[in-house]
């Protein structure tokens, strides 16, 4: 059988996952390795606001070796301990990996790609706090390791955005973009499903923008109710109300359709970390991602359906 991205498979088409990607590009999959690079972020340092983004806690995204106040250098050190040498990619997942100074930054990007093991470097970030300064320090890494910027976007419609306090704008992400294009940066764009006021029309609005902006990666959340954030006090209020499980798969095929097939899947659910979780409780990400791939089997959907009909 040959699949939809004309590699032959034994089993059908039903996205690309992160997985498969680094399989074609290195023959194997790849540890991350999260890292905090310790900028911390400007939409809780008052920079751009002070309470953060309504959903975010940010402990509760990155394992408990990741610390700020450690260089990443040593971080990565102690994450390897007693792992030897096998290839990994190094993360900047915690806080906004590109708030600081070029000069700071490229020191801190010099210096994790100099490490042995080093295959990749993935830096997350805000769409406005990258420009084309901060982006022309990774150029000359960009053919020796996999690069990728990951950039927040979580929805393409400005009126959530507002709501969820995250201050900045759909444009930003599109400029950011435009930047990461023009040097040869590959994007990921992280999106959150379920937020508030959204429904199914502004979910797949924000896949179709996704779809358009023909972006390289994806990482799909569902929204979850954290401890200690202002979703948590909604919540409460009654004001947000999380997806259902049942919802949850015609929602992420919906998701995929509408994405052109050569986007790497990096995530299809949320997965926060020790007991801060406080809604929905559903089974472990394993079993959602599974019930996900089982519907999309029987209903006949896959990354890229409508993408390739020309209606998104
Ligand atoms: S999600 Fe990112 S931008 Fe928003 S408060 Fe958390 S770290 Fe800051």
Same mark, same amino acid.
Not at 166 to 170: E, K, L, Q, T, W
Not at 194 to 198: D, T
């Given at each position: 059988m040959t699949n939809r991205t004309g590699k032959k498979s034994q089993r059908p088409f039903l996205y690309r996952s992160l997985a498969s990607y680094l399989r074609e590009v290195f023959g194997q999959t790849l540890r991350k390795v999260s890292l905090d690079p310790g900028f911390g972020c400007p939409n809780r340092d008052g920079t751009i606001g002070m309470d953060g983004c309504a959903f975010c806690n940010m402990e509760s995204f990155v394992p408990s070796h990741v610390r700020a106040d450690v260089d990443p250098v040593e971080q990565i050190r102690q994450a390897r301990e007693g792992k030897g040498d096998e290839p990994f990619i190094a993360y900047l997942q915690a806080g906004t990996g590109t708030y600081t100074t070029a000069a700071r930054f490229r020191e801190m990007v010099d210096n994790i790609c100099g490490l042995p093991g080093v295959t990749g470097l993935f830096i997350g970030t805000r769409p406005d706090c990258v420009d084309g300064e901060m982006l022309d320090v990774l150029r000359p890494w960009l053919y020796r390791k996999l690069v990728w910027l990951e950039l927040g976007l979580q929805s393409a419609n400005d009126a959530t955005l507002d709501r969820i306090g995250?201050?900045?704008?759909?444009e930003s992400f599109s400029k950011a973009r435009a930047l990461a294009s023009d040097r040869g940066i590959p994007v990921l764009a992280h999106v959150i499903l379920?937020? &508030?006021?959204?429904g199914p029309e502004e979910m797949m609005g924000t896949a179709s923008y996704l779809a358009r902006q023909r972006v390289e990666g994806v990482k799909i959340h569902h929204l979850q109710v954290i401890r200690g954030t202002r979703m948590e006090e909604l919540f409460r209020a009654g004001e947000v109300v999380p997806l259902t499980m049942d919802s949850y798969p015609g929602l992420v095929a919906g998701f995929l359709e509408r994405l052109p097939p050569f986007t790497v899947i990096q995530r299809l659910a949320a997965d926060a970390m020790g007991?801060?979780?406080?809604?929905?409780?559903? &089974?472990d990400r394993g079993k959602v991602i599974e019930t996900i791939r089982e519907y999309m089997l029987e209903e006949g959907k896959w990354q890229g359906r409508l993408y390739e009909k020309g209606s998104v």
């Open positions: 995250r201050g900045h704008n759909v379920g937020l &508030p006021g959204e007991d801060l979780l406080i809604a929905p409780q559903w &089974p």
